[in-house]
T-cell receptor, first 113, second 114 residues
Framework: DQQVKQNSPSLSVQEGRISILNCDYTNSMFDYFLWYKKYPAEGPTFLISISSIKDKNEDGRFTVFLNKSAKHLSLHIVPSQPGDSAVYFCAASGTGANSKLTFGKGITLSVRP | KAGVTQTPRYLIKTRGQQVTLSCSPISGHRSVSWYQQTPGQGLQFLFEYFSETQRNKGNFPGRFSGRQFSNSRSEMNVSTLELGDSALYLC?????????????FGPGTRLLVL
């Protein structure tokens, strides 16, 4: 049973436009959510996170929105740049014994110049 | 601070052999987690070590084991390798003084089993 789902395997956007990457989860015990970016042959790089007590967190061009009632979060990248082209993973964790990270399968973002 | 380092970066083994992968966490980080990444399954959690004790474990067979040393460095061992063990093995570290702390990943070890 996949507890973190990234239903779209890929997304292509024009440079300068907004990229919206979506993620859904099923486990109501999750209370901490993260986005990682991964280039080929490298480990994932932490981008931004949000705890369940918030509904929005912003860091530069990156904003994460959390809708707990819908068990949905999204990552907005504005404006998108060609260097943003990578695989983006959504991850979630709970507390204590549930504190391990559970990842989605990732979405490949391509930003066209 | 130096990032998470993993050695070796690439490894080729044959079925039935065993392999040991090494991970050095960011200085001061006491938690080390291991993940397996395959094209079909994404990143899957193997186990987490904190202060030399396994604190969490994923759904992998007993052929996968690990340990952590007093300096927080960790090793992961896979015995009796199978073709399906070919994957990118990632190590991540965090302070883990509290829940929800971000994990920082190393570059990974790419294992190919022939």
């Amino acid at each position: 049973d996949q507890q973190v789902k990234q239903n779209s395997p890929s997304l292509s956007v024009q440079e300068g436009r907004i990229s919206i990457l979506n993620c859904d989860y099923t486990n109501s015990m999750f209370d901490y959510f993260l986005w990682y970016k991964k280039y080929p042959a490298e480990g994932p790089t932490f981008l931004i996170s949000i705890s369940s007590i918030k509904d929005k967190n912003e860091d530069g061009r990156f904003t994460v929105f959390l809708n707990k009632s819908a068990k949905h979060l999204s990552l907005h990248i504005v404006p998108s740049q060609p260097g943003d082209s990578a695989v983006y993973f959504c991850a979630a964790s709970g507390t204590g014994a549930n504190s391990k990270l559970t990842f989605g399968k990732g979405i490949t973002l391509s930003v066209r110049p | 601070k130096a990032g998470v380092t993993q050695t070796p970066r690439y490894l080729i083994k044959t079925r039935g052999q065993q392999v040991t992968l090494s991970c050095s966490p960011i200085s001061g980080h006491r938690s080390v987690s291991w993940y397996q990444q395959t094209p079909g399954q994404g990143l899957q959690f193997l186990f987490e070590y904190f202060s030399e004790t396994q604190r969490n474990k994923g759904n992998f067979p007993g052929r996968f084991s690990g340990r952590q040393f007093s300096n927080s460095r960790s090793e992961m061992n896979v015995s009796t390798l199978e073709l399906g063990d070919s994957a990118l093995y990632l190590c991540a570290s965090s302070p883990r003084d509290r829940d929800g702390e971000t994990q920082y990943f190393g570059p990974g070890t790419r294992l190919l089993v022939l």
